[in-house]
């Protein structure tokens, strides 16, 4: 994954940093340390044992459009499907994200400065694939529906 700025004529610039991800990378884009500029997530999907990354990258924006350098948190088994959310209603963005490989869906909870806590994980059933976020039961509080393979 490279930065790439966009420059008031429509075009994209292309800078020398890299930030090296495995296949198959989900992500949102946020403000995870509150500074109003958009920060990145991503999973590094991966199982296998030639995979060293089973990790969710955090990639701190620095406001023209280069991001810092990734900080990797442990995730699950083929990680996918990354959302942000403020989960626990404690004014700091969380992440969720479908651990296919494991059968769980982890939530990373925000610190608000942009790192995060070690993950939760909370079994859903087999292979989940995708994970949303919304106010399904109308509480007022954010629910995680899951998305689970061959279902």
Known sequence: MSDLAR???????????????????????ADFNGDGVPDL??????CH????????????????????????????????????????G??????????????GVSVFLGNGDGTFQAS???GVGIAPRSVAVGDFNADGKPDLAVANRGT
């Open 7 to 29: 420059h008031s004529h429509a075009n994209f610039l292309t800078s020398d940093k890299a930030h090296y991800v495995n296949s198959r990378p989900h992500g949102p884009a």
């Open 41 to 46: 997530a991503v999973s590094n999907s991966g």
């Open 49 to 88: 044992l030639s995979t060293p990354s089973k990790t969710v990258s955090v990639l701190l924006g620095n406001g023209d459009g280069t991001f810092q350098a990734a900080v990797d948190y442990p995730a699950g088994c083929d990680s996918t499907s990354v959302t942000a959310a403020d989960l626990n």
């Open 90 to 103: 404690d004014g700091s963005l969380d992440l969720a994200f479908a651990n296919q490989g494991g059968s």
């Open 120 to 122: 939760l994980t909370f």
